[in-house]
């Protein structure tokens, strides 16, 4: 998968989990509080690990296309406000900062070789994808847990 794909599924899952908890949240406070209660523990949850895989997703795709320091700034802030992450992958895709596959030559010979832990990480990031998908549903179900037995 490229990063640009990556990144935009991604962004669109954690504004999604800010979409169901706003949601759950209107429903607790406005609508139905008993039902409400359950679903802001889950969807608290869901929001966690998503705002977690796109802080994870964001490092790694930078660190693969070399961003500038503001541009990290940039895409960690972007996971704190409501469907900023939309907002910051519209940006990066028309700044040119997904362009490059997973370790792109031209990058090397521009700026080096990358760090090798951090090479390691994307690396192992993008060779497991099974790893990884039980890995964030573990990270969910870890969440959720002590979230629901409130």
Do not use: C
Not at 89 to 109: I, K, N, Q, S, V
């Amino acid at each position: 998968m490229h990063p640009s794909r990556l990144l935009h599924i991604v962004s669109v899952v954690e504004a999604g989990t800010w979409a169901f908890l706003i949601l759950a949240m209107l429903t607790k406070y406005v609508w139905a509080p008993e039902l409400g209660d359950v679903l802001v523990a889950f969807a608290g949850a869901a929001h966690g690990v998503g705002f977690m895989v796109f802080l994870f997703v964001a490092t790694v795709v930078g660190a693969n296309a070399r961003w500038r320091w503001w541009m990290y700034l940039l895409a960690w802030a972007s996971s704190v406000p409501p469907f900023f992450t939309l907002l910051f992958d519209w940006f990066a895709h028309r700044r040119g900062a997904l362009e490059h596959d997973w370790f792109a030559p031209e990058l090397e010979r521009e700026h080096g070789e990358l760090r090798p832990r951090m090479a390691g990480v994307i690396r192992w990031t993008i060779s497991r994808p099974i790893t990884q998908t039980a890995t964030i549903i573990a990270a969910f179900l870890f969440i959720l847990t002590p979230a629901l037995a409130n």
